[in-house]
């Protein structure tokens, strides 16, 4: 037994250094939450040392590279805005009814075979529905509004937030797929009983109780659209200082302000390029909000009908 | 109540309209699903239309002097009538294959040389723009049969090139193999090693584990665009790493891979039966041995499928790239991982940006290569997934 002592201990020693290999590969995830923070975070506050933050807020004139540069991204969280809003006028209405007929009147075979043809439409890069949106859909769209005698720009806000509304059909539709089909089978059977029709029984019985699971999709789909780059680096306008509601006019996103400040000639320190990490401050904190109240509804939404695989 | 024709009390006189409503509702229902069916449809035959003439390059006959002059300027090597007919980069380096061939001089031959990018255009139908004695001198060259549309085999030797016909996918392909390789080899072991902890050792009540697990879901739903500004601050200016090399762009990425593997990894992990580490332990194994000798093993199918996976969402990402540089002009493919390189995306987005009409083809060709590879890659997946799958009673 004794000649087993050293050897057991040097096993020991090895299955200590493997588990301490273990915990610092899992605390790299944490490093890079936090090394994204806090990289934009400093360099957003010497942005802000620099220039007012009341201005960058509520101001409207953003003119980087100019002697008296100023930086108010008040148009550019517009634009923001109107595109994400139709790229979800889009989306949810889609994504939702594609859920509803997969899950409650497509068979078993038209689910197996549309669902990974729809898993596609999440899969293709995001360069790619960029080029389809400045190729394709906006010269259509300026077609069409000339048809219809109306002035569009050929960088409508229009056609990137269509583009973009398209890929995230399959965000909204996925998850709500899953909450639809989570929602327990003796809700519908009953309101069936009562000689409520089959889409009545959706509309007032299973809809309402999917609604959380809905609003959370709905919600990561938002943070998506905002944080979406390529499509509307492709397809949005540039220009930073024009309000407009009208999405037949050109409109800019706070992504295209950031890889326009950084992929421009100006000196890393310059407030032109740190005005990025101001508006990626701003992406990061709304979108981590947005990520974890729709994580907080959907955890809701599985301890009241008790599942654990969403 | 109203007087009804059947006797029966619980007939309700607006059951046709809830029935018609019903119709209507199942109707809206399937016309969503088309229509999400219909943009990729509509989607793809678009890319497939623009793209598939640039797999095909036009060529064209004519008679190459090698003279004197010749020598002097590539342009007198062709008649002066067709010089507006071929494609510069062809031609150009004519003096130095004459060089290296001095037999060649004094002689005269009839060569295929690559057409002009406005030459090929027009042998595709499209929209040109060609001078009329140039298009004259087009017309006759066809009616000689002296013009031929070959495979285009530059699009996959050649890299980027302002010249439009001369340019490839090639420094690109070479680009994205690099990144990726660096992506691999940081995500796929720091994933795997976290999954493991998670499910294998770590307490998964515990504070500490929780917050691991926050992280990870945040980590995956953070904009891309964020983790390019993390590799410009991070490794670009705090380490001095290499602008636009695929070290800086394959680490930016690991970061955004993570996720996936780890995700996918712990569903691997999990679907591992408690009684194949219940055995382990009665025979007297140590826990790192029956993780590492029978879990492992037996996860591994599942592990590559989530890697593939994430690889090939790797492969498409753009945004953080052009952060970090690769976007830069590139002609040749990197020799090394720390020179500047771009990637197939980025590409792609270089040449939708390029204002002449014969990179609108190469553009959507280049797209569809991109498409096809992370089709084949998913289709792998799914292919790993079948085989091994394991159905544990």
Known sequence: MESFQPKNKRTMLKERIIEYFLISAAIISILTTFGILFSILFEAIEFFNLKSFTYFITGSHWSPGTDHSEFGAAAIFSGTFIITAIAIAVALPIGVFSAIYMSEYATDNVRTTVKPLLEILAGIPTVVYGFFAAITVAPAIVQLADFFGLDASFNSALAAGIVMGIMIIPVISSLSDDVINAVPDSLRKGSLALGMTKSETIKDIVLPSALPGIISAT???????????MIVVMAAGMNANKFSINPLEDMTTVTVQIVTALTGDFEFNSPDTLSAFALGLILFVVTLVLNIVSVMMIKKFKEKYKMSNL | MKKTNNNNVFYDPSLAKRHRKAKVFKGLALSALVISLLFLAIFLSDMVIKGKSAFLQTYIQVEVTYNESTVKSYRKAIERKYLN?????DIRDIPLKMKHDPSLMGTKKLQWILADD?????????????????????????ENNRVEMRFNTLFFTQGDSKIAENSGLASAIIGSIFTLLVTMAVAFPIGVATAVYLEEFANPDSKWSSLIEININNLAAIPSILFGLLGLSIFINMFGLPRSSPLVGGLT????????????????LRSVPASIRQAGYGLGLTKIQVVRDHVLPLAFPGVMTGSIIGLAQAMGETAPLIIVGMIAFIPDSPSSIMDAATVMPAQIFTWAGMP????????????????????SLNALAVYLRKKFEVKWQ
């Open chain 2, 85 to 89: 007919l071929v494609s510069r980069s």
């Open chain 2, 118 to 142: 406005q030459v090929d255009m027009y042998m595709k139908e499209k929209y040109y723009k060609l001078k009329s004695k140039d298009l004259k001198a087009l017309k006759n060259l066809i």
């Open chain 1, 219 to 229: 919600l990561l789909a938002i943070s998506k659209a905002l944080g979406e780059t």
């Open chain 2, 356 to 375: 002449e009409k014969a990179y609108i083809e190469r553009t959507a060709a280049g797209i569809l290569v991109l498409l096809s590879i992370l089709i």
């Open chain 2, 253 to 268: 990425l690991a970061l955004m891979t993570l996720p996936i593997i780890i995700v996918s990894s712990r569903a691997a």
